[in-house]
């Protein structure tokens, strides 16, 4: 197939599960949003045949490179687990008739943290997907494990509610800003906690506990979606943290965080990462920090703006 030999500078957003974590392996519908933080891509054909690849973080630091050969083998690299998930996804492309072997310097930026968990490698797949017009949740599937919901968001640079049904996925794009945004926040805890680790824990969990739960997952989320009032939101956060956490056996952060007068919630795989706060009280960013919080990003600050 002919492909284009034109340089291509493309960008993906990065993402936060707003409801529905977990749950949304076994059919529940998960709200997530992007984020004004993303990753970039830029390619240029290159003279002969193979792939160079670089990849820097937001400091200008190079956190992998890699060197393909022009039949696809992988000659060099500097990071293992990255070269092998880069490695197939490439691939796959080239078996879908897409081949990046033919010539080509490939460099990757993201803006933010790594360490934020905002979906370097969903929007990696959303990029090469772009790129080399592979189906995004195709490519997705050939190389990763969970709902995919993460490459939505990196594809479209949209809000969405998604849903992982048996055969299909199901995405309605939502551009939606509560009216009481400006009591907000996305605290960073500085943990980090293991994606797939947490799936296959979840997985052992058994079936029927988790599904009887899907319907009061959706019908929070739909309350979150379209409530005017931060009281009601803040309700609804607090009862998705209480099913969560009765499943996971696990205390909740309203629990943990018991002197905060606002409501806490786990955005993703609990334990890491970043969790939201609605709250109208100023005290609590005081006991949040006396408590060891790192970074509290207000939501219009971390939200693309539409």
């Known amino acids: 197939m002919s492909q284009n030999r034109d340089q291509v500078k ?9 409801s529905g974590e977990y749950l949304v392996l076994d059919g529940a519908r998960t709200w997530a949003i992007p984020t004004k933080y993303g990753q970039s891509l830029t390619a240029n054909p290159s003279p002969g045949a193979g792939l160079k690849w670089r990849s820097v973080d937001h400091n200008q630091k190079v956190w992998f490179e890699g060197l393909w050969d022009g039949e696809g083998k992988l000659i060099d690299f500097t990071d293992s687990d990255t ?17 990046p072997f033919s010539g080509w310097n490939v460099s990757t930026e ?12 969903s929007s990696l797949v959303a990029l090469i997907s772009k790129w080399l017009n592979v189906e995004p949740f195709e490519l997705f599937d050939s190389s990763m494990t969970g709902s995919g919901y993460d490459v939505a968001v990196a594809y479209y640079n949209r809000g969405c509610v998604y849903r992982k049904g048996e055969v299909r996925k199901e995405i309605v794009n939502v551009d939606h800003v509560p009216t009481f945004v400006e009591h907000l926040y996305f605290v960073y805890s500085g943990m980090k906690q293991s994606s797939k680790s947490e799936v296959l824990r ?4 058994d079936l029927s506990k988790r599904e009887t739960l899907v319907p009061e997952v959706n019908k929070l989320t739909q309350e979150m979606l379209t409530t005017k009032e931060l009281s009601d939101f803040q309700t609804a956060m607090r009862k998705h943290e209480s099913l969560l956490g009765t499943i996971l056996e696990r205390e909740t952060l309203n629990e943990d965080w018991a ?48």
């Open 202 to 205: 979840y997985a052992n969990i």
């Open 259 to 306: 002197e905060i007068d606002g409501a806490m919630k786990h955005l993703g795989a609990w334990g890491g990462d970043f969790f939201l706060l609605a709250t109208d009280q100023a005290s609590d960013f005081d006991l949040l920090r006396e408590g060891g919080a790192q970074l509290i990003i207000p939501w219009k600050e971390m939200m693309l703006d539409y």
């Open 110 to 121: 993201v803006d933010f943290p790594r360490e934020w968990g905002l979906g370097t490698s």
């Open 10 to 18: 493309l960008r993906a957003s990065g993402k936060l599960m707003i």
């Open 83 to 99: 070269a092998e998930t880069l490695h197939n996804l490439l691939h796959f492309s080239k078996l879908k008739g897409h081949n």
